[in-house]
T-cell receptor, first 112, second 113 residues
């Protein structure tokens, strides 16, 4: 069956360090992989999109990698700040459908 | 409008009653998605629309759930004979075409008592 897995345990890191979050998928052939941020009581907010023929994408302190052989995406936040504390969700969209499926999300806590 | 608008923001209903949740997508967005999020959980896909048609209804939990979209714009998610397990936040999102980023509303928090 199709699965998108993210580490369900919270990631706690110190301010200034790099946070790395993982998204693994099985039985998908994604055309696009997206990352979203969700704060408590709010809807998710789009951060980055990476296509299956792209290896890496950057935006300011954010970096996403996409390895279709490993079926994995890594999401990095460099020089992390307490304001980066939130839940981060990955989402996949396959070639033959516009259906957008989300992983369970990983909560990031950045402490001073 | 400026963003995706959902109403009501909160709904408390008695078990067995029907509820309607409304989503106003961003103007011009052809794709519209409904998700359900239980406390501390991820987003459970329910249904999506491309224009007025729903190519994939596979996520609807039971036949008590239905959704429609009219005029390629507003969508309504209806839950009949609500049960306590239907309590969750229902999120709507829209995107330009089916390939871009999704913009989410603030959600409707449904509580079935």
């Amino acid at each position: 069956s199709q699965k998108i897995e993210q580490n369900s345990e919270a990631l706690n890191i110190q301010e200034g360090k790099t946070a790395t979050l993982t998204c693994n998928y099985t039985n998908y052939s994604p055309a696009y992989l997206q990352w979203y941020r969700q704060d408590p009581g709010r809807g998710p907010v789009f951060l980055l999109l990476i296509r299956e023929n792209e290896k890496e994408k950057r935006k300011e302190r954010l970096k996403v990698t996409f390895d279709t052989t490993l079926k994995q995406s890594l999401f990095h936040i460099t020089a992390s700040q307490p304001a980066d504390s939130a839940t981060y969700l990955c989402a996949l969209r396959s070639y033959n459908t516009d259906k957008l499926i989300f992983g369970t999300g990983t909560r990031l806590q950045v402490f001073p | 409008g400026a963003g995706v608008s959902q109403s009501p923001s909160n709904k408390v209903t008695e078990k067995g009653k029907d509820v309607e949740l409304r989503c106003d997508p961003i103007s011009g967005h052809t794709a519209l998605y409904w998700y359900r999020q239980s406390l501390g959980q991820g987003l459970e896909f329910l249904i999506y629309f491309q224009g007025n048609s729903a190519p994939d209804k596979s996520g609807l939990p039971s036949d008590r759930f239905s959704a429609e979209r009219t005029g390629g714009s507003v969508s309504t998610l209806t839950i009949q004979r609500t049960q306590q397990e239907d309590s969750a936040v229902y999120l709507c999102a829209s995107s330009l075409g089916g390939k871009g980023m999704a913009f989410f509303g603030q959600g409707t928090r449904l509580t079935v008592v």
